[in-house]
T-cell receptor, first 112, second 114 residues
Framework: QKEVEQNSGPLSVPEGAIASLNCTYS??????FFWYRQYSGKSPELIMS????GDKEDGRFTAQLNKASQYVSLLIRDSQPSDSATYLC????????????FGKGTRLHILP | EAGVTQFPSHSVIEKGQTVTLRCDPI?????LYWYRRVMGKEIKFLLH????????ESGMPNNRFLAERTGGTYSTLKVQPAELEDSGVYFC????????????FGPGTRLLVL
């Protein structure tokens, strides 16, 4: 069974600090990796996608991918209270037509 | 441009009743997906339409669930008869071709079966 694992949290981070969210996946052949942000009661919103090993930066967000370790992470610099949400890691299945496997999500709480 | 819309936002029904959920994708998006999140679990894929055709319905839990997308526009997901374990949030998402790009999610329908 293909799985995406995340620590459920909550992860509490002081405002202005770096929040680090981690995710591991079981399908070694997976090629596409996504981070979604979901505010309580709202729809998931894509904030980062990454396809190659290494880092990808977008504003305060940096996604990191290590395919050898089957590990994806999301760093949020200068954390703001508005970053408080659940962050979902998602992996696109190898060879699948577009099926995405989600993790359960990590609840992030930024402390003012 | 309007996003993905879903109706109703909430539904409370009794076990054994029928419920129909509706999803209107972003205009021009041929790909439409249904997902479900049961409380405490991860979001799980149910099925994928390309226009009016079911591309992949491997995530449908059982034959009590029927999805349609007549005309390749909006889609409905019917649960008949509903069971307690069907409670959860049902999300719809849509995307343009190539369909591996961003899927835009709707706000979800929160279904509670009593």
């Amino acid at each position: 069974q293909k799985e995406v694992e995340q620590n459920s949290g909550p992860l509490s981070v002081p405002e202005g600090a770096i929040a680090s969210l981690n995710c591991t996946y079981s399908d070694r052949g997976s090629q596409s990796f996504f981070w979604y942000r979901q505010y309580s009661g709202k729809s998931p919103e894509l904030i980062m996608s990454i396809y190659s090993n290494g880092d990808k930066e977008d504003g305060r967000f940096t996604a990191q991918l290590n395919k050898a370790s089957q590990y994806v992470s999301l760093l949020i610099r200068d954390s703001q209270p508005s970053d408080s949400a659940t962050y979902l890691c998602a992996v696109r299945e190898r060879g699948g037509d577009d099926k995405i496997i989600f993790g359960k999500g990590t609840r992030l709480h930024i402390l003012p | 441009e309007a996003g993905v819309t879903q109706f109703p936002s909430h539904s409370v029904i009794e076990k054994g009743q029928t419920v129909t959920l509706r999803c209107d994708p972003i205009s021009g998006h041929d790909n439409l997906y249904w997902y479900r999140r049961v409380m405490g679990k991860e979001i799980k894929f149910l099925l994928h339409f390309v226009k009016e055709s079911k591309q992949d319905e491997s995530g449908m839990p059982n034959n009590r669930f029927l999805a349609e997308r007549t005309g390749g526009t909006y889609s409905t997901l019917k649960v008949q008869p509903a069971e307690l374990e069907d409670s959860g949030v049902y999300f719809c998402a849509s995307s343009q071709e190539p369909s591996w790009e961003t899927q835009y999610f709707g706000p979800g329908t929160r279904l509670l079966v009593l």
